[in-house]
Structure formats: C-alpha cells, structure tokens
C-alpha cells in the first residue's frame, strides 16, 4: 500500500469515525444502544510488526505493496453505562470527537504537504 492510498484509507476512516462517534451521541438516550467504534490502527500496528505490507520490488528503485488493510466497524457489547443498557459514555465521545478532528487534521497537513512536494518536483 503506497502512503498515498493508506492516507487516503486513513481520512475515510476518520470519516467513518466521525460518523459513528456523531451517531454514538445523537443515541446517548436509546435504551440498549452499543456504542460502535472503527478499528483500524490496531490492524495497521499489526500489519508493521508482521511485516504483512508484502512489498515485492517493480523497479530497482521502488516497492509496491499489495496487501490491504481494511478498517472494520465493532460495537461495544462488554459494558453499560446505564441501567437501560445503553453504554455511550458522553464526555468519551466529546474526547473521541475532538482527537478525531486532530487526526484528520494531520492527516490532511500530511497529504498537502506530499502534493506541495509533488508538485515542486514536476515544476522543476
């Protein structure tokens, strides 16, 4: 996976992210409602320390990487915070909502600064 496409996998999942943790507060109240979260960077820890990025070479100077990592959707079903069964933790979803919104913002500032280097190498 080139770090094109994993930071582009990385925004939709902060997308989801932002989805779930938005959906999470909007049922803070739902009797039985689990709180859902998106697991990515643990997949992606493991793929690091697997070396599971498969890269085989297509150029002596470059590596291509085929394997994917896919982010998946769980709910919480260990515990509840309430007695109706519902475990949204409201000040959890406000601290998830904002480090969410730094995630995306570095990860934004990462991809304009690689397309800021690509376009100077294409200029020059």
Request: glycine share 4%; aromatic share 6%.
């Amino acid at each position: 996976m080139d770090t094109y496409n994993l930071l582009k996998t990385a925004m939709q999942v902060s997308t989801t992210r932002a989805e779930l943790i938005s959906s999470n507060i909007a049922n803070v109240n739902t009797d039985g409602y689990k709180a859902k979260r998106v697991e990515f960077e643990n997949q992606l820890q493991k793929a690091i320390g697997q070396n599971q990025f498969n890269l085989s070479a297509t150029n002596e100077k470059h590596l291509n990487n085929s394997s994917s990592i896919n982010p998946r959707v769980i709910e919480n079903n260990a515990s509840s915070v309430k007695a109706n069964g519902n475990n949204v933790d409201l000040e959890v979803e406000m601290v998830n909502q904002a480090t969410n919104g730094l995630y995306y913002n570095a990860l934004t500032a990462q991809l304009n600064g690689r397309y800021k280097m690509l376009n100077y190498v294409l200029s020059n």
